[in-house]
Nanobody
């Protein structure tokens, strides 16, 4: 499986972006798909994930501002990011199957700056 992420860019504080990630083949709905991010000089950290039968999970720093969703028919997962803050600046990576043994996309840059 390969993951292709898109949708990053430069946005002002308070703005919104929507990230998309599409898989090269179907991923069972019971498999976690999610987003992680890595800020300059920092480690990769969990942002959000989703799978069937469970409520989406979010990092406390994005809870209430970001929304993850998934369209299994389109083999895609999305991250709607609202009320963006400079601290959200990072490379965002799509993941399928978890951070330990899963598959990673190539990353998409999100920069929040005035």
């Amino acid at each position: 499986v390969q993951l292709q992420a898109s949708g990053g860019g430069l946005v002002q504080p308070g703005g919104s972006l929507r990230l998309s990630c599409t898989a090269s083949e179907s991923i069972h709905s019971s498999v976690f798909m999610g987003w992680y991010r890595q800020a300059p000089g920092g480690q990769r950290e969990f942002v959000a994930n989703i799978r069937s039968g469970r409520d989406p999970r979010y990092a406390p720093s994005v809870e209430g501002r970001f929304t993850i969703s998934r369209d299994n028919a389109k083999k895609s997962v999305y991250l709607q990011m609202n009320r963006l803050e400079p601290q959200d600046t990072a490379i965002y990576y799509c993941n399928a199957g978890g951070s330990s043994n899963g598959v990673w996309g190539q990353g998409t840059q999100v920069t929040v700056s005035s």
